[in-house]
């Protein structure tokens, strides 16, 4: 006895003419945050083990921005493995917007590292506290190369949203060793506590401000904002300047993941014989225009959209 629903595979099948977009993310490396992953979370302990030894607030809070990074890098591979698997029944779009909720994950993970940084510098401003600062300097120039090293891995995989938001965590992280560098060094040569927890808060000012741009970009994915590189608004006119539609009305365009955006609307033309022709020369125009390729679109008739 044969079942009356087709299966799932001939649902999500894409025929000539369909969007070349296949719902699931391709170009992944996962090696290379597997590899990231595993330098960060070991010099995150290292570091976490001799901040607190040297009583270093630029030390411990780079320690625990590395921490969050082993996590963020840790979503990131989890996610780019489920951004990998096909449709199912119930997820009828694929996995690949997985990506950017990691990626939400990670810039409000950072959120709260910010704030514990500035409340724990407020205090050592109130009352300053002794730092060895010659093993800040030591462990601040190790973390520098690791997180260069790091660095250099994740910029090798582009093509990710999510690596390029792991990215901005590793770059965080770079700036802290920096300040953790300089802090070190300050306070071995001058003896001046106070540089420890400000340049933790100039760290985390500019911290501040490429996690926010993370937020932005991915909370705009997560609640299916028109991609930031189209106007909505022309393509809507470009649709209507085609040759046979006489309007356009409930149109949506979004991303299915990051860097696939897909459009649906209603049109009105003027004669449905020419619906075929009227849909291939509008497929052309966005795909050429604006780098849509995902379209579904409904023809009416004039007085069925008052309907």
Do not use: C
């Amino acid at each position: 006895m044969h079942s009356k629903h087709p299966p799932a595979s001939h649902l999500h099948a894409h025929r000539a003419g369909d969007s070349a977009h296949q719902h699931v993310a391709e170009g992944r490396s996962p090696g290379i945050l597997a590899g990231a992953v595993l330098l960060t979370l070991t010099f995150a302990a290292i570091e976490a083990i001799a901040g607190f030894w040297s009583n270093s607030l630029a030390l411990i809070s780079d320690a625990g921005h590395m921490v969050t990074d082993s996590t963020a890098l840790g979503l990131a591979l989890l996610a780019q493995y489920i951004a990998t698997r096909p449709p199912s029944p119930r997820h009828s779009f694929g996995f690949g917007r997985a990506e950017a909720l990691a990626a939400f994950i990670n810039a409000l993970a950072m959120l709260g590292i910010v704030g514990w940084i500035v409340v724990e510098a407020a205090q050592r401003f109130a009352d300053p506290e002794p730092v060895q600062g010659k093993a800040v300097f030591i462990v601040a120039a190790i973390g520098l190369v690791i997180n260069l090293m790091v660095a250099w891995l994740l910029s090798r995989d582009r093509k990710s949203v999510n690596t390029r938001a792991a990215l901005v965590h590793v770059m965080g992280d770079l700036l802290g060793s920096v300040a953790a560098l300089v802090a070190g060094a300050v306070i071995y040569l001058t003896g001046w506590l106070t540089i420890d927890p400000l340049l933790s808060l100039l760290v985390s000012g500019l911290i501040l401000k490429s996690t926010l741009h993370v937020l932005a970009d991915s909370y705009h994915v997560l609640m299916e904002g028109v991609p930031n590189d189209i106007d909505y608004l022309q393509v809507g006119e470009d649709i209507a300047k085609v040759d046979g539609v006489i309007s356009v009305h409930d149109l949506h365009v979004w991303e299915m993941s990051a860097g696939h955006p897909a459009l649906i609307g209603h049109l009105v033309i003027r004669n449905l014989q020419e619906w075929p022709e009227v849909l291939r020369d509008i497929k052309a125009m966005l795909v050429a225009r604006h780098g849509i390729d995902h379209v579904t679109l409904q023809p009416e008739m004039p007085g069925m959209a008052e309907g």
